[in-house]
């Protein structure tokens, strides 16, 4: 189904979907609008999968076991110390 809608474009935004109608990409300048408006769909649709994996994910995260402050300075410590040791240092 189909909606006819009045849209506004700046003279930038016309002629480049205008060009791109001449050059045979897109059938009209409907097509051009319709496939932006898809291009946009996707995007958010593609933006909200990301945040939902990033609430997951720290809500799994909070979940999990945690070390105190001294335990990551101590690992983060031992870890510079086995490269150091493994390059020569």
């Known amino acids: 189904m189909s909606v006819k809608a009045s ?10 979907a205008r060009t ?3 050059k045979g990409h897109y059938s009209s300048l409907s097509a051009v609008v319709q ?3 898809e291009l946009v769909r996707a995007e ?11 609430r997951a994910f720290f809500e799994d995260r909070a ?6 402050k001294a335990e990551g300075q ?16």
Not at 7 to 16: A, E, K, P
């Open 7 to 16: 849209i506004s474009l700046t003279d930038q935004q016309n002629q480049f």
């Open 20 to 22: 791109l109608v001449v």
């Open 35 to 37: 496939r932006g408006i």
């Open 44 to 54: 958010a649709e593609r933006e909200e999968m990301e945040r939902a994996a990033l």
């Open 63 to 68: 979940q999990g076991t945690f070390i105190s």
């Open 74 to 89: 101590r690992r983060t410590v031992d870890m510079i110390d086995r490269k150091r040791r493994a390059l020569g240092l």
